[in-house]
Structures are given as structure tokens and as C-alpha cells.
């Protein structure tokens, strides 16, 4: 059969298992009471079923377990249930509330299984600095920080319909383009089939009314063990992206620009809570979505919004490289296009706000218009959604 034919039908596979699987979620979790009620800082005014991670993790552990019949994908398994451990770790913390501290050790706990049966970590610098491979103690802190880091980075942007999903397929599909271009099958594959297996949830999470449901802990702290994974695969020594680094391409400030938002605006939140004396895991509303919540964004356009910024650091990366920066210069770009967007911008438009300037009212313009939901379309997928629960 031929390859890509193979992959397609993967994918297609990831889809249809998550759509089909996404009612009987959608029922059990209703059933037994595993919802997100709301409160002062939450966005949603009505408790909403939080099971979206299993809906995902069941398309993609379908249709890897496919790829790895037909095809080399085995030693990913250790990386499926490594997620599947971590799901499950999320959905009690939906149903019973852990503590951050037992949470956060619990990462670390998977990052370093992660590592050790998974074979893959960040233990080559690919050419920054003039580093390439880095002594195992050097990497063991380093890689532990970074997984962990991913993990919460990922898990605290759940806080919009449509951002976790939009991202999470976003960044599978940025991730896979590199893996396929080097010839890794078994990880572009990988990400591919996460990106397809998200998608059935992003449709209900955006459109859907009756059937609307979160991701939850569960689904969030299972998509950042997904992309700690594809990470790790992208800068172990082992990797076989490392031949892009002699090409001049900068797998560390790729995987930093596809990663940017999520990470820098949790290095903004926790910084400014430290500041202020509090807790760095303390829930607050000061994330950048709650920003163009605030200014009178939908919650698709939020996540469009934040995406679209994401997508130009990419592309800004991107152009450093073709330009010829080299993997130094392309890293500072990304770190300095990041700050700017995520410290500097959520600032300025938070004084902004204040004063009441053109800029506001320019935002406030621009976020009447992203009210998609006031489009004829709307309703019409919304139906065709709800349909299968009358």
C-alpha cells in the first residue's frame, strides 16, 4: 500500500474513533457527575462534562496500535501509556481535586519514566552554541524542567473552547511537517494522528451546545505528555531531525517558537504571582486569553487570536533561517518575538484598557467581528452536532 495512502487512512481512523467514541464520553461523564462547575474565575456559567482527554487518547491509541501492526511505530508504546498514565492522573484530578504539590511531583515522576523507558531526551544542543551532545547529568535536570514545563504550559491554556484543541492540532502539525521531512514515519505519524484525533473534540468544544464538553486535567496534562514527546524526539542526540542542524535549521528555536505562547505566558503568569507574594500555581484570570476575554473577544476568536500570534512567531523563525541567521540568532529572535508578544503585549493592552485609547477601541472593534457565532453557519453545525443526543 502505498504511504501515504497508509498515514491518510490513519488519520482518518483517529478521527472516526474520537467521534464515535465522543458520545458515550460525553453520557458517562454526565452520569457520573465528572463536571467542570463553574466559579469566579471560570468562564462557563453552567457545570460542563470534563472527558474530552479520553475522547482523544482513544483515537490516537486506535490508530497507532494500527500503525504499529502494519507498520514501525513500536517503540512508541512506551509513550502511549506513559500518556495514558498521565491522563488518568488528570481525570482523578477532575473528579477529586489533588493538591499542585502531589500534582507537580507526579510530572516530574513522568518526565523521568518518560526518559527513562522512552529512550529520547534533550541531550543534544544541535549545533547552539556551538554545543551538540551534552553529558547525561547535564540533561537529566535539563530535561526533567523542560517536560514539566511543557506539561504545564500546555495545561494552563485550557481555558477557552477551542484554544487547547486549536494548539494542540496546530503545533502536531508543525511538528509533523519536520519529523516527515527528515523521514521520521513513526513520529510524524504520531503527531498527525494527534492532531486528527483532536479535531472531533474542537468541533464540539466550539460549536457544540448539548454536547459541549472540556478537556479537563485529564486532556490537558495528556496533549503536553504528547508534546514533551514529540520534543524529546526532536532534540535527543538520537533524533534524526539532527541533520537539519547541519543545514543551519535551529531545532531548539523551532521547538521553542511552536511552544512560545503557551510557555512564555506561563513564565509571565507565574513570575507576576511571585511578585505578588502568591503562590506560582495559584488559579488566577491573568492569562493572555483572559485578556481578549476581557476586551470582548469570543471565545473561538481568543483562540484564533492567540493562535495567529503563535503561527507569526513560527513564521518569523522560519525566515531568520531562510534568510541565514544563524541557530544562535534564530533563537534570540524567538526568545525576543516571545517576550514582546507575551509580556510586552499583554501589558500594553492591559494600559490600554485602562486609558480607554483608540487602541482599545480599535480591539474592542475587532472583537464585535470575531463573534462567529452570530453567522448563519452556526446554528447549523451546532444542530447537526446536537442531533445524535435527541
Excluded at 483515537?59 to 501492526?69: N, Q, R, Y
Excluded at 485529564?218 to 504528547?226: P, Q, R, W
Aim: proline share 3%; glycine share 8%.
Amino acid at each position: 500500500m502505498n504511504h501515504n495512502l497508509f498515514i491518510a487512512l490513519l488519520c482518518f481512523l483517529a478521527f472516526a474513533v474520537a467521534w464515535l467514541v465522543y458520545y458515550p464520553a460525553l453520557r458517562f461523564a454526565r452520569r457520573h457527575d465528572i463536571l467542570d462547575n463553574p466559579n469566579e474565575r471560570k468562564l462557563q456559567r453552567v457545570p460542563v462534562p470534563v472527558f474530552g482527554g479520553v475522547v482523544v487518547f482513544s483515537g490516537v491509541l486506535v490508530a497507532m496500535a494500527a500503525a504499529m501492526c502494519f507498520g514501525d511505530c513500536r517503540e512508541l508504546g512506551v509513550g502511549l501509556f506513559i500518556m495514558a498514565v498521565m491522563m488518568l492522573i488528570g481525570v482523578f484530578d477532575d473528579m477529586r481535586d489533588m493538591s499542585a504539590h502531589l500534582k507537580f511531583f507526579l510530572e516530574i515522576l513522568i518526565v523521568f519514566m518518560l526518559m527513562g523507558f522512552g529512550g529520547n531526551y534533550i541531550d543534544d544542543f544541535h549545533g547552539l552554541w556551538g554545543m551538540d551532545e551534552v553529558t547525561f547529568w547535564f540533561s537529566l535536570p535539563l530535561s526533567i524542567i523542560a517536560g514539566v514545563g511543557i506539561i504545564n504550559a500546555v495545561n494552563l491554556i485550557d481555558g477557552v473552547d477551542g484554544y487547547l484543541s486549536g494548539y494542540g492540532m496546530m503545533a502536531c502539525v508543525f511538528f509533523a511537517l519536520m519529523f516527515f521531512d527528515v523521514g521520521d514515519v513513526a513520529m510524524g505519524t504520531f503527531a498527525v494522528i494527534f492532531a486528527c484525533a483532536m479535531l472531533p473534540f474542537f468541533l464540539h468544544n466550539v460549536f457544540g451546545d448539548r454536547t459541549k464538553m472540556f478537556m479537563g486535567d485529564g486532556g490537558s496534562l495528556m496533549t503536553g505528555t504528547a508534546m514533551t514527546i514529540v520534543v524529546f524526539a526532536m532534540l535527543s542526540s538520537n533524533s534524526m531531525c539532527r541533520e537539519l542542524a547541519y543545514k543551519g535549521v535551529g531545532l531548539i528555536p523551532f521547538s521553542l517558537a511552536v511552544l512560545s505562547i503557551p510557555v512564555f505566558d506561563t513564565l509571565r503568569v507565574m513570575t507576576s504571582r511571585i511578585i505578588k507574594g502568591k503562590v506560582p500555581f495559584h488559579p488566577d484570570k491573568t492569562h493572555l486569553h483572559h485578556l481578549f476575554i476581557d476586551y470582548g473577544f469570543s471565545h473561538l476568536g481568543t483562540a484564533l487570536s492567540i493562535l495567529f500570534i503563535n503561527q507569526l512567531i513560527v513564521a518569523a523563525w522560519y525566515v531568520s533561517y531562510r534568510l541565514g541567521a544563524s541557530i544562535d540568532v534564530q533563537l534570540y529572535i524567538v526568545v525576543g518575538l516571545s517576550v514582546l508578544m507575551t509580556f510586552g503585549f499583554y501589558r500594553y493592552m492591559r494600559r490600554q484598557m485602562e486609558l480607554k485609547s483608540s487602541v482599545y477601541h480599535f480591539m474592542r472593534t475587532l472583537a464585535g467581528r470575531s463573534r462567529m457565532e452570530q453567522l448563519a453557519v452556526w446554528p447549523k453545525i451546532r444542530s447537526i452536532l446536537d442531533s445524535v443526543l435527541k
